[in-house]
C-alpha cells in the first residue's frame, strides 16, 4: 500500500492529452513539492518533472505538472508511442521523515 | 555528466548481510548541494526510499522507518563511492536496489542491482 495513490492504469491514443493523478496529504504532498519519474520497462526511473512543475533539460515540453492542495497532476500533450511507460509520483513526508513514492500509473498508448 | 556504477552480489542468504556499493563520476560524494540515497523496488512494495548519507560540514545519515534497525549507509571519500549494508535480510528484502543522487529530487538514478534472498 503506497503512501501517494496513483490510478493503476491510464490510456490514450496517439496526439491526445492524458493526465495521471497523485493524490497524498498535508504531510506530504500539501507541504512539499512532488516530482514524476518515467520508468521504461527494464529500465531505472528517469526524472521528468521536479518541483511540481518544472522539467529537466532534454524532457519534451509535452509534459507537465502541477499541484493544487494535497493533490499532483502530470500531464502529457501529444501523445506519442515511445511515452509507454510506468509513471511514478514522489515527495518528501514531514510525518515519516522520509520519501514516499505512489505505486505507479502504467500508460498504454493504443 | 554524473554517472552512477552499482556493484555487489545478486544472491544474499536469508540472515545474512546484503552490500552494495555506488562508484561516482562526474561529481563529489562529499558534494555540499548533493545527496546520496538508496532505493529499492518490489513488485510487493513499489518503490521504497530506504534512505541517504550527505555532506553540510559534516556527515549526515537519514533511514527510513521500516529498515532503520537493519540499514548503514556510508560515504567512502577516498574511492568517491557510497555503499549500502543491510542487515538480516529476509526473502521480503529481495527487489532491485538503486543508488540515486538527490539535489531535493531525484535526479540521477543507477541502472539497478536485482538482489535475490535465497539459501
Known amino acids: 500500500q503506497s503512501v501517494l495513490t496513483q490510478p493503476p492504469s491510464a490510456s490514450g491514443t496517439p496526439g491526445q492529452r492524458v493526465t495521471i493523478s497523485c493524490s497524498g496529504s498535508?504531510?506530504?504532498?500539501?507541504?512539499?513539492?512532488v516530482d514524476w519519474h518515467q520508468q521504461l520497462p527494464g529500465t531505472a526511473p528517469k526524472l521528468v518533472i521536479y518541483?511540481?512543475?518544472q522539467r529537466p533539460s532534454g524532457v519534451p515540453d509535452r509534459f507537465s505538472g502541477s499541484k493544487s492542495g494535497t493533490s499532483a497532476s502530470l500531464a502529457i500533450s501529444g501523445l506519442q508511442s515511445e511515452d509507454e511507460a510506468e509513471y511514478y509520483c514522489?515527495?518528501?513526508?514531514?510525518?515519516?521523515?522520509?520519501?514516499?513514492f505512489g505505486g505507479g500509473t502504467k500508460l498504454t498508448v493504443l | 555528466q554524473v554517472q552512477l556504477q552499482q556493484s555487489g552480489p545478486g544472491l544474499v542468504k536469508p540472515s545474512q548481510t546484503l552490500s552494495l556499493t555506488c562508484a561516482i563520476s562526474?561529481?563529489?560524494?562529499?558534494?555540499?548541494?548533493?545527496?546520496w540515497d538508496w532505493i529499492r523496488q518490489s513488485p510487493s512494495r513499489g518503490l521504497e526510499w530506504l534512505g541517504r548519507?550527505?555532506?553540510?560540514?559534516?556527515?549526515?545519515?537519514e533511514y527510513a522507518v521500516s529498515v532503520k534497525s537493519r540499514i548503514t549507509i556510508n560515504p567512502d571519500t577516498s574511492k568517491n563511492l557510497f555503499s549500502l549494508q543491510l542487515n538480516s535480510v529476509t526473502p521480503e528484502d529481495a527487489a532491485v536496489y538503486y543508488c540515486?543522487?538527490?539535489?531535493?529530487?531525484?535526479?540521477?538514478w543507477g541502472r539497478g542491482t536485482l538482489v535475490t534472498v535465497s539459501s
Open positions: 518541483s511540481n512543475s
Open positions: 548519507t550527505y555532506y553540510r560540514s559534516k556527515w549526515y545519515n
Open positions: 498535508s504531510s506530504n504532498i500539501g507541504r512539499n513539492t
Open positions: 562526474g561529481d563529489s560524494v562529499s558534494s555540499k548541494s548533493a545527496a
Open positions: 514522489a515527495a518528501w513526508d514531514d510525518s515519516l521523515k522520509g520519501w514516499v
Open positions: 540515486v543522487k538527490s539535489v531535493g529530487y531525484f535526479d540521477v
